[in-house]
């Protein structure tokens, strides 16, 4: 059946993917989904575009062309302004007439859009799409605009006019004429879509592919409450889930490997009276302190990316939005990712600090990978934007779209606000910008003219040190590297960088500490979770209920916490083996948490008293060991990362292990149940010497050379007189190594090396290798170096 619309105005359901010339990208894309998704159970709200023919009939019957063409000449011979030159263009269009017969059919066409959804004056959103502004390669956020809750075909007229005359924004035509595209052969669509109210529910924006690292495995979702464009424009800290792919259409596993709760101090509503369609209001506490979403609205939304991901074959920027009335969750917009897709594979950058002392001035969240030095620049508002110089660091509450222009002038962005689909972050990945987002006071401590160290290179949390702190950048193309025999893990400390490091050819983590997630991220005492009644401090008790707010069980606290960071970096390398040692604190490290003090003696020699395995059947942490038990089983029970392997440090004696064990079953982590392996730190003479007795109780071994050195030693490793004896190079150490290597193959049980040696000394490695062991763990910026030194002397090894 025909369209007695066209040629101005098309349904989206009669256009797809290949009609962006026609209708935008935004548009395309969205008929692409009714078309071929819709039936697969995504809900996608309908509505119509004009077309690009409707533009130029607009631009025909106002004259517009010539006019408009010679203020752009002007412009590019530098005449006048790019400001000046948007402004006069916007005004010659919005001075314009709708051709009679491009006017009524935009009525028609909402009116039976209004008859479909049953409503008289049916409330739409209406957003611009340029011919070319979502292609693949040309890409860029918020050029054009968006307006909400349009109602009635006389505003809706009016608003299209608007849209037209966003063509022509300042952002939009500086982003053409870098990209090289001829204004006059670009067009407008307008997309007419219904809304989805969600004043009492929550919307939000997803990328199928991590936004900072580009691991593809996961599935990110940022959300708030109230209609989305709060997040895009930094206005809030969203909400954050992380959801792992792989395990998404698998019932019996729950994939939500993080969830971070945000600040969502705002939310965008409906407005009923006054010039403005949409308002915001301050949350409630209740709000504030609640995520936006169910788990399975976080799963749900999950499998519609991955599915409208593998229809576009690519990774996707989504936007998805909650009901309020009816609790239905709906996708409204999807186009393709465009900085990590574009990336070219092989090539590895990393940026490394110097040793420093220098303190941290702000924290937020990393955009990009990077560091850099710079001044600071407070930007308030655009007219701040003069003069901008190259080291420049601007920092602000949030960006403005109408800042693009300039922002593409300075070092690095620095905002109080937003998350990592704001605006501030969109446009910093996209212009290749190191960004912090979301510092929360970044205007108030940063001071004009300051010199600041701006770092997105160590992971997920962003910091701003004060003054220019010497870095390292070291760039390698991993497509020519070896492939050793030796497997080469990594050591990793937070589940922060877990995904930075996706890229290394690793086969798996050798050793992740469990107590930097506990300090980092818990920061409160085991036991001061499941005994609160005895901590006595006041003090302590109120940081302890301020951390937990919103959980009415304080262990769950530490459970979903723990989980949450364990599975983070087990997903990071799945399906490879990731072992996650228990908490291996001394008693003071253990003093020094929240509520520490009332659980820890005072012990003169803290190395070798109580830790590792001897405080995990004790009456003084038991309940504290249950915590991490039940996490590590909810990271591979619940979570489904059966990659995960424990190991137990520091455990004495035979008698020890067994009591470990069985205490591990009572906690309902059996070795050998749904293919549960346990390891063993080396690192006590007692562990090689009754190698054989171990090797029967555990399945595997890793070496810890800074305990094992010491203890053959008998220096303490944090002795400052005694450092010059302290030596893993030592013979009798070597001859340890060398002994427990041979043995444990000789008992049919894997061994691997976890110490710090190799990533300091490249010539251990090549030790190790010829002792034969079966993988050696390393920090993330030494893996490089040692894999050609592994590799080597295994071919030194076989000749």
């Not at 989805?196 to 959300?223: C, H, M, Q, W, Y």
């Not at 509503?269 to 399975?296: F, I, Q, W």
Request: charged share 25%; glycine share 8%.
């Amino acid at each position: 059946m025909s369209n007695p619309l066209s040629p101005y105005i098309l349904w989206f359901e009669e256009v797809g993917i290949d009609d962006v010339g026609l209708v935008g990208g935004k548009n395309a894309s969205l008929g692409e989904m009714i078309k071929h998704l819709k039936p697969l159970g995504i809900n996608v709200p309908n509505g119509f575009a004009t077309t690009a023919e409707a533009y130029w009939a607009f631009m025909k019957e106002n004259n517009l062309n010539a006019p408009i063409s010679e203020e752009i000449s002007r412009y590019q011979k530098g005449e006048i302004s790019l400001k000046e030159t948007g402004l006069s263009i916007r005004q010659m269009i919005n001075k314009g007439v709708f051709p009679i017969p491009l006017a009524e059919k935009i009525r028609s066409a909402y009116s039976e859009l209004s008859e479909k959804y049953d409503v008289k004056d049916v409330d739409v959103a209406v957003r611009s799409s340029a011919t070319a502004e979502d292609l693949p390669n040309a890409s860029f956020a918020g050029q054009q605009e968006t307006y909400l809750n349009i109602r009635g075909g006389d505003e809706l007229v009016g608003v299209c006019k608007k849209c037209f005359a966003s063509l022509f924004t300042d952002r939009a035509i500086s982003y053409r004429e870098e990209k090289g595209f001829d204004h006059m052969k670009v067009a407008l669509s307008i997309g007419v879509q219904k809304m989805v109210r969600a004043d009492k529910a929550s919307s939000g924006v997803i990328f199928t592919v991590d936004t900072e690292s580009g691991f593809p495995n996961v599935v990110l979702i940022n959300g708030s409450w109230g209609l989305g464009e709060n997040i895009v424009q930094g206005t809030v800290n969203p909400d954050q889930f992380f959801v792992f792919k792989p395990f998404l259409n698998d019932d019996k596993k729950r994939p939500i490997i993080e969830k971070i709760k945000g600040s969502k101090e705002l939310k965008m509503v409906y407005a009923t009276d006054g010039e403005n369609n949409t308002k915001n209001l301050p949350t409630s506490m209740m709000e504030r302190h609640s995520y936006v979403l169910e788990d399975e609205e976080v799963l749900q939304l999950a499998r519609w990316a991955t599915d409208i991901e593998e229809h576009y074959g690519k990774p996707m920027d989504i936007e998805w939005v909650k009901e309020d009335s009816t609790n239905q969750l709906y996708i409204v917009q999807a186009r393709p990712e465009t900085v990590h897709s574009q990336q070219l594979d092989g090539i590895f950058k990393t940026y490394r600090l110097h040793e420093n002392r220098a303190p941290v001035l702000v924290k937020g969240l990393s955009i990009g990978n990077s560091i850099v030095h710079g001044i600071i620049k407070h930007v308030h508002d655009i007219t701040d934007l003069k003069d901008l110089q190259p080291d420049h660091i601007l920092v602000t509450e949030m960006t403005e779209p109408d800042w693009v222009p300039s922002l593409k002038k300075v070092a690095g962005i620095i905002t109080d606000f937003g998350g990592r689909t704001c605006h501030a972050a969109i446009v910093s990945r996209e212009l290749g910008i190191s960004a912090v987002v979301g510092t929360g006071e970044a205007t108030k401590v940063l001071k004009e003219g300051q010199e600041v160290t701006l770092s997105s290179g160590e992971g997920e949390e962003g910091k701003i040190y004060k003054g220019m702190v010497e870095f390292d950048v070291n760039e390698v193309d991993l497509s020519n590297l070896p492939e050793p025999q030796t497997d080469i893990m990594l050591n990793m400390a937070t589940p922060e960088s877990a995904f930075k490091w996706w890229r290394l050819p690793v086969r798996g983590v050798g050793l992740a500490r469990m107590e930097f997630i506990i300090s980092q991220h818990i920061r409160i005492h085991p036991m001061a979770l499941a005994h609160p009644e005895r901590v006595n401090n006041e003090d302590e008790f109120a940081k302890i209920r301020k951390l937990t707010k919103g959980y009415s069980d304080l262990e769950e606290y530490f459970v979903d916490k723990l989980s949450s960071g364990i599975a983070k970096i087990a997903a990071s390398q799945h399906p490879h083996p990731v072992i996650v040692r228990t908490s291996d604190f001394k008693t003071n490290e253990y003093a020094d948490l929240i509520g520490g003090n009332e659980f820890e003696p005072d012990e003169q020699n803290p190395m070798l008293g109580w830790r590792g395995a001897s405080r995990y059947y004790s009456d003084g942490y038991r309940d504290g060991f249950a915590l991490e038990c039940r996490a590590l089983k909810k990271v591979r029970a619940d979570i489904g990362l059966e990659n995960v392997i424990i190991m137990i440090p520091f455990c004495r004696t035979l008698t020890e292990a067994k009591k470990v064990l069985k205490q591990m079953e009572a906690f309902g982590l059996r070795r050998g149940e749904n293919g549960l392996q346990i390891y063993m730190m080396c690192e006590i003479p007692s562990n090689y010497i009754l190698t054989e007795e171990y090797a029967e109780l555990f399945d595997g071994f890793s070496i810890g050379s800074n305990d094992l050195t010491q203890l053959i030693l008998g220096v303490d490793r944090d002795s400052a007189e005694l450092a010059y004896l302290f030596d893993e190079n030592d013979p009798a150490v070597k001859k340890a190594i060398r002994d427990v290597i041979s043995r444990t193959h000789q008992a049919g049980l894997r061994i691997g090396f976890c110490g710090q040696a190799p990533s300091d000394d490249t010539d251990y490695a090549a030790f190790l290798v010829e002792c034969g062991i079966d993988s050696i763990s390393l920090n993330p910026d030494s893996v490089i170096n040692v894999i050609k030194k592994v590799y080597q002397a295994e071919q030194k090894r076989s000749t």
